[in-house]
């Protein structure tokens, strides 16, 4: 599973290097590319291995279009779903339309969220991070079964 925060630069035609950690991560993947997609509720972008991303489009493609709310959530994530696959050097070509969606510029944040990646724009990532860490998560919000656990 994916964990842990890399700091990595985009070049200029938008490509990323995976860092060797993800990548050793990645090998345990029975398909080997990656999809690509938007975050419906941050202004980053979600990077799943393509077998965990197999499962989740199933999922999406069950949901009813006729209801507007899921419709969206379809619009979003599989319109903006593009396959990579990492060159020889590991990096990924990041579609023009999610950079612009995530406002990425040079600087990145790719962080582990267990099944999948998180692609931060830096100065974006920051300022969620400060907003993060000036409010104290309230217990009521999470699920019965995480307010039990002991850290």
Same mark, same amino acid.
């Given at each position: 599973m994916f964990r842990g925060m890399h700091h990595i630069n985009l070049d200029a035609k938008g490509r990323l290097a995976i860092p060797s950690k993800v990548r050793e991560v990645l090998e345990g993947f029975s =398909?080997?590319? +990656? @999809?690509?997609? @938007?975050?419906? $509720?941050?202004?980053?972008l979600m990077v799943y291995p393509l077998s965990e991303w197999e499962g989740i489009e199933a999922l999406l493609n069950k949901l009813p279009t006729l209801n507007p709310a899921p419709r969206q959530l379809k619009r979003l994530l599989l319109g903006y779903a593009t396959e990579c696959e990492p060159d020889g050097s590991g990096?990924?070509?990041?579609? /023009? =339309?999610?950079?612009?969606? /995530?406002?990425?510029s040079k600087e990145c944040v790719l962080m582990g969220q267990g099944n999948k990646l998180e692609l931060w724009d830096? /100065?974006?990532? !920051? =300022?969620?991070? =400060?907003?993060? +860490?000036? $409010? #104290? @998560?309230?217990? !009521? %919000? +999470? #699920?019965? %079964? @995480? $307010?039990?656990?002991?850290?």
């Open positions: =398909a080997s590319g +990656l @999809v690509v997609t @938007v975050d419906s $509720q941050d202004r980053c990096r990924i070509l990041i579609s /023009a =339309a999610c950079r612009e969606y /995530a406002n990425l830096k /100065a974006s990532w !920051e =300022a969620r991070e =400060a907003e993060y +860490l000036s $409010q #104290p @998560v309230s217990l !009521e %919000d +999470l #699920p019965d %079964d @995480v $307010q039990g656990l002991s850290l």
